[in-house]
């Protein structure tokens, strides 16, 4: 009987039996921000480190690879990291709008700096942490389980009208109302499976049943509202340009729409020439744009990814390059 055959690097990259971990979308983020030898590179969101392992590989021993993670368990992960790849690291374990500001105190400047904003799918499948509505567990939903606020005290102890915002805003979830009712009718909730069994009967019946699980909007709700989510992006992304070198690239992997709003807006903002209003036939502004936009329509993942890992279905990466600064 013949040997399997090796895996290739790609299919090692996205196998979750052949690595350990799959990060999303790694062929496109690696292709383009394009990291060279001695490179200094920001992995806002290290996770398990599978992005960060392929730029290690492509900045070599004279790189720098700064690590930034709000989530304890992240750590002893990259100290493994770092004793076996090639170049210069630093790990940073705080959230990552926080890494930014000290970053930029320091001065530094870098020549690539990611986000992945995804859950890491260690984080997904550590029950315990009841990020999931797949399996029984506490209300927790920290990343950082150091934070005092849960999910659980948003439940049980904030006001119905405060729940439904919540699920509204950040869940786009279109029967917040019935849900959020239900939710405080159902005081004090103790589980993932009661946040659950809520969000269901909060829905009329037909909703109940579609492509997706009921109580997928609410989890996402609650997550983004523990983790304060949202608000880190929208702080960390102008302190990302900040300490970004000229002609340094920023790159960003939503996984929906609030998120990728967020980028998108960002990045077209800064790509932004002329703002005079078009009633005037010379520009009297002067505003030269920032940055040039690498990805005129996000990069979504492949089928071959997608079926290899069902997870990155919904991710969005976004590339901006930033330009020279003109002259006064």
Request: charge should be negative; charged fraction near 25%; hydrophobic fraction near 40%.
């Amino acid at each position: 009987m013949s040997a399997a055959p090796a895996l290739t690097a790609w299919e090692a990259r996205m196998n979750p039996e052949a690595s350990g971990h799959v990060p999303v979308l790694a062929n496109e983020l690696v292709e383009l921000v394009s990291p060279r030898p001695g490179d200094t590179v920001i992995d806002c969101t290290f996770g398990a480190g599978g992005h960060a392992r392929l730029f290690a590989d492509r900045i070599g021993p004279e790189g720098t690879l700064i690590a930034i993670d709000r989530d304890p368990s992240a750590g002893p992960r990259f100290l493994e990291f770092s004793a076996s790849v090639g170049c210069r690291t630093r790990f940073i374990g705080s959230d990552f709008s926080e890494a930014l500001a000290e970053l930029g105190r320091e001065g530094l400047q870098a020549d690539a700096v990611y986000m992945d904003f995804g859950m890491s799918s260690l984080q997904l499948d550590a029950v315990e942490r009841g990020f999931s509505y797949s399996h029984e567990a506490p209300l927790d939903m920290r990343m950082d389980p150091r934070q005092s606020l849960t999910a659980a005290e948003i439940l049980n102890e904030w006001p119905e009208s405060r729940i439904r915002e919540i699920l509204k805003t950040l869940g786009e979830e279109r029967y917040a109302g019935g849900i959020a009712r239900e939710i405080v009718s159902r005081r004090p909730l103790r589980t993932t499976s009661d946040l659950a069994a809520a969000a269901r009967s909060g829905m009329p019946q037909a909703a109940r049943f579609g492509s997706a699980h009921p109580a997928r909007r609410t989890f996402q709700a609650l997550r983004i509202a523990v983790n304060g989510e949202l608000d880190s992006i929208d702080a960390a992304l102008p302190m990302a340009w900040d300490v970004l070198a000229v002609g340094g690239r920023l790159a960003a992997i939503s996984f929906h729409s609030l998120e990728d709003r967020r980028v998108k807006r960002f990045l077209a903002a800064l790509a932004t020439g002329c703002t005079c209003p078009p009633e005037i036939p010379i520009c009297v502004c002067g505003h030269e744009p920032e940055a040039e936009v690498l990805t005129r329509r996000s990069v979504v993942p492949g089928e071959e990814e997608v079926e290899a890992n069902p997870r990155s279905r919904s991710a969005r990466l976004r590339v901006a390059v930033k330009l020279e600064e003109p002259s006064v």
